[in-house]
């Protein structure tokens, strides 16, 4: 073969080479490109999805404590709306306007290992401050059930409610309706509950079979909804529920790798995202995700869902009233960004715990040895526990 030859050859064979690199490099660019403008796309669609409301009108509110950790602990307000307008109409019912039957302050420490959810009876009978309104109006205080405050000014009223009656500073707050709820469980394919008796409740068309199972759709938001015929404690019974099945789904965001896979985490904030009302530093969808991209170093154990310490409002027994000395406990420690005593905790809802065994007074009351540390003495008074089968049964959860 003759020099001359193989020149031809590799002259023919370049341009053949630098033609794949240039297509390959061509490929690649709109790759980029094309992901770029999907990521863009899903986060304007995902944002556009979100109601915002404003808190900038607010004043007088609590000072956040300063606190050791690598950043600042974080309170969330989270708040179930029961409207029933248009799509939320999920049961045929109508009027009564904007009521909150759920509310639950989530505090976050800040060294990210430990967040506990706090849950603010609808029924407790609360001295209400005045509520001040975007357009100046003054809504004046009173004397009422907690959920009165939702209903006559919406959010933004709850979360001068909780500001001024615990003196904790709210750094956002999100509001979850039917419709958002019933699609957040759908995303991740379902929660597992426990009904321990069949359930019929014709007054809010809920009807549920007994046993265990994986819930979607309307029957998922028909267990955190009943208050009657599964529990011997009306709505006491139901916040134990929705504690149980929200620690449940948070299991089941962080055991399938929602916060890990791109792919789902998009799917659950659009769903997620169609039926929220949130505040306006969480407005940008990319916040949002950060904001659940801060739970992924916690360990399941250390997710807590608590009540606050209640008893009986003696003129009205249908209704409940904070104790407050041992509240005032509870407050100190979210504004000190302590972890919570074995009293507190003793009849927690912990995420990664089975759903049939909660609560668990041994189990939940156990803290870690960093929370021990960081924790002062406790003075509170020991008394005595209900049983994990007592506690179930009084809140219509299987034993």
Not at 64 to 80: F, S, T
Not at 235 to 252: C, E, L, T, W
């Amino acid at each position: 073969m003759s020099q001359h030859s193989a020149a031809a050859r590799h002259r023919a064979a370049a341009p053949r080479h630098h033609h794949v690199l240039r297509t390959l490099g061509y490929g690649l660019l709109t790759l980029t490109v094309g992901m770029m403008l999907f990521v863009s796309y899903t986060v304007r669609s995902l944002t556009a999805n979100v109601d915002v409301l404003g808190t900038g009108f607010l004043t007088d509110r609590p000072v956040k404590e300063e606190v050791e950790g690598p950043r600042e602990p974080l309170n969330v307000l989270v708040m179930g709306s029961d409207s029933r307008d248009g799509r939320n109409n999920i049961d045929g019912l109508t009027g009564g306007g904007q009521r909150s039957d759920t509310t639950i302050l989530l505090h976050l420490s800040a060294d990210r290992k430990h967040a506990y959810g706090v849950s603010l009876p609808r029924d407790a009978m609360v001295q209400r401050p005045d509520c001040k309104k975007a357009d100046g109006e003054t809504i004046p205080g009173e004397f009422a059930m907690w959920n009165v405050a939702f209903a006559l000014g919406g959010p933004t009223c709850t979360l001068q409610q909780v500001e001024k009656l615990t003196g904790i500073r709210v750094d956002h707050f999100v509001v979850v309706d039917f419709n958002g709820f019933r699609g957040m469980v759908n995303a991740v394919d379902g929660v597992e509950i426990c009904v321990p008796e069949e359930v019929n409740d014709t007054h809010g068309n809920i009807h549920l079979d007994a046993g265990r199972r994986v819930v979607k759709g309307k029957e998922a938001l028909d267990y955190v909804r009943v208050r009657s015929g599964i529990s011997s404690n009306g709505d006491i019974g139901r916040m134990k529920r929705q504690q149980v099945f929200i620690a449940s789904m948070v299991d089941r965001v962080m055991s399938a790798g929602v916060l890990a896979r791109p792919d789902r985490l998009i799917g659950f904030l659009r769903a997620a995202t169609k039926s929220l009302t949130v505040d306006s530093g969480l407005k940008d969808i990319r916040k949002m995700a950060d904001l659940g991209m801060q739970f992924k170093g916690i360990d399941m154990s250390n997710i807590k869902f608590i009540t606050v310490p209640f008893e009986s409002y003696e003129p009205d027994p249908n209704r409940l009233a904070w104790k407050t000395d041992e509240a005032n406990v509870l407050w100190r420690k979210i504004r000190k960004d302590l972890p919570l005593s074995k009293k507190l905790s003793s009849e927690a809802v912990t995420a990664g715990e089975d759903p049939s065994d909660e609560p668990s007074p041994s189990a939940s009351s156990s803290e870690s040895a960093s929370s021990s540390a960081s924790s002062s003495p406790s003075t509170e008074p020991s008394e005595p526990t209900k049983s994990a089968e007592e506690i179930a049964e009084e809140n219509g959860l299987c034993a």
